[in-house]
Each structure stands twice: as C-alpha cells, then as structure tokens.
C-alpha cells in the first residue's frame, strides 16, 4: 500500500528565502506527483503535475523534480513572498482508480514578512 | 468563471438526515471525485465517474452515493448521516483521470450534531 510521507510538517522562513518542501513516497510504481496548495478554509489549487516520465516541471517561481527510483520528489519555492503561506500537499498516483491515489498530510507553510 | 464549484459552501444537520452536495464543472472534463478531509486534514478520494463509470474507493460506506445528472455535474448524496460524516468534501475534476491534472472545488464543510 503506497504510504506518502511529507516533511517537515510545518515550515515557518522569512520573507526572500528560497526553500525546499519535500515529498517521499514507498512504492516507486507510480503514474504522476501532483503539487497543491491549500489556503485556510478553501479547496487546493493545483501546482504542478509531473508524470512518471518526467524529471521536473516548472512554474513561476516554482520548480518540482521528481526521483522515482528513491521514492522522493522536491518542491523548491524561489524568492518567498507572504502569499506563498499556504498547507503544500502533494499527492502521487499508482493507478488503479480511485483506490490508486493516496495524498501527503501537508507541509504548512509560513512566509514571515 | 469558477471552474469547480459546489454548494452549499456550510452544512449543518442533525444524524439520521439525508442530504445531498452539489457539484458543477464548466472545464469540459470527463471525470469528476468526490474527497474528503477530516478534522486532521487528511485527504481522501471517495469516488471517481467517468462516462457512467463509477469508481469507489472500497472504504467508504454505502451510505454515500454520486449521482451524475450530465458530464458537467456530479452530486453528493449522503443518507442517514453520522456523526463520523462531519469533514470538509470536496468536488474535483480531470480531463479525462488521475493521469490527468485535478482540479478542486472550494469545498463543503459537513457539520453533523
């Protein structure tokens, strides 16, 4: 059963840092790693979606690399901003259906201004 | 221009009622889920349809029910609630599955007293 470990659970940086958020999944067996954000009492905003094929994606100031073999993949977030205070989820899917997707907790974020 | 959305945003009801969310998506996807995030923030998928195609994740009881009207919609239908039900739900939507990019609704938060 896939198991997606995502740490530190919670992350709190000044304002201007470039940082990482990180992702770890047990069953290398996958079909794509989705990044979301989450605000306070609103739905998740997709990121970036990486297919198994893929080594990384980018957007903006968002980068997402993805290590099959080692079961990890990285957010890296350049130049923080307040705004980017959010709960970062990641969710990896190993088909299947609906049973084959499984979500990370979540690492909350915090952007000190 | 909301992509996903679902009403109502709040539910409160009383155990033993049955009551319905609603979900719309005006992005042309194919397949729609139903999620669930419990008072730990862990998010789990409960459904996936797809073209009449139901999916369910084997753990959710039978209690809870998708009904798709048309390809654009797919409700939520929850009978004789519990009050292990209270979560925030969530509708989401894909091109065509989880190969594909999701995208979220804001949610419906569940309150069962």
């Known amino acids: 059963k896939q198991e997606v470990t995502q740490i530190p659970a919670a992350l709190s940086v000044p304002e201007g840092e470039n940082l990482v958020l990180n992702c770890s999944f047990t069953d290398s067996a996958i079909y794509n790693l989705q990044w979301f954000r989450q605000d306070p009492g609103k739905g998740l905003t997709s990121l970036l979606l990486i297919q198994s094929s893929q080594r990384e994606q980018t957007s903006g100031r968002l980068n997402a690399s993805l290590d099959k073999s080692s079961g990890r993949s990285t957010l890296y977030i350049a130049a923080s901003q307040p705004g980017d205070s959010a709960t970062y989820l990641c969710?990896?899917?190993?088909?299947?259906?609906?049973?084959?997707?499984?979500f990370g907790k979540g690492t909350h974020l915090i952007i000190q201004p | 221009d909301t992509a996903v959305s679902q009403t109502p945003k709040y539910l409160v009801t009383q155990m033993g009622n049955d009551k319905s969310i609603k979900c719309e998506q005006n992005l042309g996807h194919d397949t729609m889920y139903w999620y669930k995030q419990d008072s730990k923030k862990f998010l789990k998928i409960m459904f996936s349809y797809n073209n009449k195609e139901l999916i369910i994740n084997e753990t959710v009881p039978n209690r809870f029910s998708p009904k798709s009207p048309d390809k654009a919609h797919l409700n939520l239908h929850i009978n004789s609630l519990e009050l292990g039900d209270s979560a925030v739900y969530f509708c989401?939507?894909?091109?065509?599955?989880?190969?594909?990019?999701?995208?979220f609704g804001p949610g419906t938060r569940l309150t069962v007293l």
């Open positions: 969710a990896v899917y190993s088909g299947g259906g609906a049973d084959g997707l499984t």
């Open positions: 989401a939507s894909s091109q065509a599955s989880l190969y594909n990019e999701q995208f």
